[in-house]
């Protein structure tokens, strides 16, 4: 695991869709659960770090597309931990639906996930007991669920697919997104946080003039 800010962490070598680690007193929560077939790879750092499976209470999860949470069974099986997400994206997580895709235009064919019970549902406003208190963010856009997680004292937000950072900033794929409109909104509703540092589904940190960055970009694309 590579250390962002002393308690933050993020697995290392993942293909696609990165997975971050909150450590607490009382165990360890991961955001996200990249693609299939790393659950052992995400178990092994975690283990190397010299943490147990059991360690890890609560999994987030930003939106139910299978980058982010491909491994989420293999977790869960594993790790026992509570499985947290919105209401608009649980029957997606857990394989009761297709993968909602944008109405119009090319996309991916249907998917359907490997399911995994989602055990509790949050929204916009509620507070998790991580990193001394994490504040849920309703971010829809790239996915109709899609959330971010927010921690104010310490300004580091985790803005799942809102934003991506690879080549720059810079809005995620259309064909992936079912209303960019709405995206184009979440983003402002992350550049009006003012985080200090902003933590991506894809594409490295942003830990220096991060409020800068994030606010010019959403006013480039006019919000």
Not at 20 to 26: R, S, T
Not at 72 to 94: C, F, M, N
Not at 147 to 171: K, N, S
Not at 174 to 180: A, S
């Amino acid at each position: 695991m590579k250390q962002i800010i002393p308690n933050v962490y993020q697995i290392t070598g993942l293909p696609a869709g990165r997975v971050y680690v909150l450590k607490d007193p009382d165990g360890l929560t991961l955001i996200d659960a990249s693609i299939s077939g790393m659950t052992q790879r995400i178990l092994g750092q975690i283990t190397a770090a010299g943490h147990s499976p059991a360690d890890v209470k609560h999994i987030l999860i930003t939106h139910g597309h299978p980058d982010h949470v491909g491994s989420l069974p293999g977790l869960k099986q594993a790790t026992g931990a509570q499985v947290i997400a919105s209401a608009e994206d649980r029957p997606v997580i857990e394989g009761k639906m297709p993968v909602v895709r944008r109405p119009q235009g090319f996309s991916p064919p249907n998917t359907i996930l490997k399911g995994t019970p989602v055990d509790r549902e949050v929204k916009d406003g509620d507070v998790i007991d991580a990193l001394g208190g994490l504040q849920v963010v309703f971010t829809p856009g790239h996915s109709p669920g899609h959330l971010a997680f927010w921690q104010p004292q310490l300004g580091i937000a985790f803005i799942g697919d809102v934003l991506f950072h690879v080549f720059g900033v810079r809005l995620p794929p259309g064909f992936l997104t079912v209303d960019m409109e709405q995206d184009k909104r979440s983003v402002r509703r992350i550049a009006d946080l003012k985080p200090r540092i902003v933590c991506f589904g894809h594409g490295a940190p942003i830990t220096q003039d991060t409020a800068q960055i994030i606010n010019t970009f959403a006013q480039k694309i006019g919000v």
